[in-house]
């Protein structure tokens, strides 16, 4: 086992000198395999070894003896350990999912935690053989492509699976033949979850009726798939980039009309694609999320939205498809402005900047400046703040004679939803004298008759040498 394990490493590249390995150790047979044979590679390939163990406190006593179990494995070998308890079940609760969903997102989130603590590197994960066989069937059973007929590959991104061709009986075996302890997850032998009833279910029954090596020719298939997909994925890649209008770490926003002149498989690719990018993998996402999103985009519906798993979104607004996280509505604010001074806004992470000068003529105020706002000084009444919106805002946009709310400006600007408790709103003790990305009130225009000028500015982020207002 250490040679095999060994040169899927060293064939496969999954680990090179230097590296911090980062080892899912859950106290079970196949993590206890992983951790003894890449104790004794480490010195031989030169890299760093660590384990990271997650309690979800879902099996009481059973659970904390399995930690105490990790603890004293890792203390005996000099393996330095990092352990988290999260109920995780309280937390599918906050996050509307299952057990065993919330779970996988604490785990992997831990795990981002230690990678940063140890200044960057991969987690080495224990799936095997019978795994890969188990995955391909759930995923069969739920509805999947190419895509998920590949299952996991040995390597991905900052994810390693040394063991991935490795089946459950050699693990058992090399484990009783080195005297090795392991824990034993009671759970895993009970069928109250779907991969459980795949595992003790449904491929015996498989391997008794059609095929006794069943698991083998479902990883050899997945084998298959993994080369097929690599060739697409380099296909979607270039049509995601055509499509592609913004992107960040909270969303992605792609032309809606250009999409719709896809294939209704390239449209189902590059939504996957999307997804991918914001949440790090398309793992939970099925054929049914992807041709939901599919009867959006023919909907053309803006406002319209569909929810995925774990908190992310998409939603048509205006000319765009929107792929994001689900955000908690932004926080009320309100500051007092400091003139002749920078004003940094928390909420928003973005600086203002005023100044206060005289004028002799109209033609002094340069109007051409799209980046600076100017207003008429003597017009503003009392303080003047910055904050968001409330209900029920209105203002008369310069060059108008009439109010008109906030909310029907927004809508003119084809603003999405999301982002109107953003924009930044000018307003002095009596009317709003300007709204963000859009005009001034014509209250408070520079006229013949000015005197004395405000400009107004702002920056997306604090710049040294101004003085920030933190009040």
Avoid at 212 to 231: F, G, W
Avoid at 267 to 277: A, L
Avoid at 318 to 344: G, Q, R
Wanted: hydrophobic content about 35%; charged content about 30%; glycine content about 6%.
């Amino acid at each position: 086992m250490y040679e095999l394990i060994k040169n899927n490493i060293e064939g496969k590249n999954l680990i090179v000198a230097g590296d911090n390995i980062l080892l899912a150790l859950s106290g079970g047979p196949d993590s206890v395999f992983l951790f003894h044979n890449l104790r004794k590679l480490r010195e031989t390939l030169s890299f760093n070894l660590y384990a990271s163990h997650i309690n979800h406190m879902y099996r009481g006593k059973d659970a904390m003896h399995d930690e105490e179990f990790v603890r004293q494995l890792c203390h005996k070998y000099g393996i330095r350990l990092f352990v988290k308890q999260k109920n995780a079940s309280e937390y599918a609760k906050e996050l509307k999912c299952t057990e065993e969903e919330a779970g996988r997102v604490l785990r992997y989130g831990f795990f981002e935690e230690n990678l940063n603590a140890l200044g960057g590197g991969k987690v080495a994960l224990a799936h095997n053989l019978n795994d890969q066989a188990e995955t391909v069937l759930q995923r069969i059973i739920r509805g999947t492509g190419i895509d998920g007929l590949s299952a996991m590959s040995f390597q991905k991104d900052n994810l390693i699976r040394p063991m991935l061709n490795v089946s459950r009986d050699e693990i058992m075996n090399y484990l009783h033949e080195n005297n090795y302890e392991y824990c034993v997850d009671i759970t895993n032998t009970q069928d109250i979850y779907g991969r459980n009833k795949i595992r003790l279910n449904l491929i015996p029954y498989l391997e008794q009726n059609f095929n006794s090596n069943i698991q083998s020719t479902l990883y050899r298939m997945s084998e298959t798939m993994e080369r097929d997909k690599k060739i697409i994925e380099k296909y979607v890649e270039r049509k995601f980039d055509e499509v592609l209008r913004e992107r960040n770490d909270r969303r992605i926003v792609l032309a809606l009309n250009s999409l719709k002149t896809f294939d209704i498989g390239e449209i189902g690719r590059i939504i996957r694609r999307g997804i991918g990018e914001l949440k790090g993998n398309t793992v939970n996402i099925e054929m049914k999320h992807i041709d939901k999103a599919i009867s959006l985009i023919n909907s053309g519906k803006t406002g319209k939205r569909i929810n995925l798993t774990e908190g992310f979104t998409i939603e048509i607004s205006y000319e765009n498809l929107i792929i994001k996280k689900t955000v908690e509505k932004a926080i009320d604010f309100e500051y007092n402005v400091v003139l002749n001074k920078s004003n940094y806004i928390r909420e928003i992470d973005k600086t203002l900047f005023t100044t206060v000068s005289d004028i002799k003529d109209i033609s002094e105020v340069n109007i051409e400046d799209k980046d600076v706002i100017s207003v008429d000084y003597d017009l503003i009444k009392g303080n003047l703040v910055a904050r968001n919106r409330r209900t029920g805002d209105s203002m008369i946009p310069c060059g108008m004679k009439g109010n008109k709310k906030l909310k029907d400006i927004f809508i003119d600007l084809k603003i999405p939803k999301e982002e109107r408790d953003s924009r930044l709103i000018i307003a002095d003790e009596e009317n709003i004298i300007w709204l963000e990305g859009y005009r001034i009130n014509d209250k408070y225009k520079v006229s013949a008759a000015t005197k004395k000028i405000l400009n107004i500015s702002m920056r997306r982020q604090y710049e040294q040498g101004y003085q920030e207002n933190s009040n």
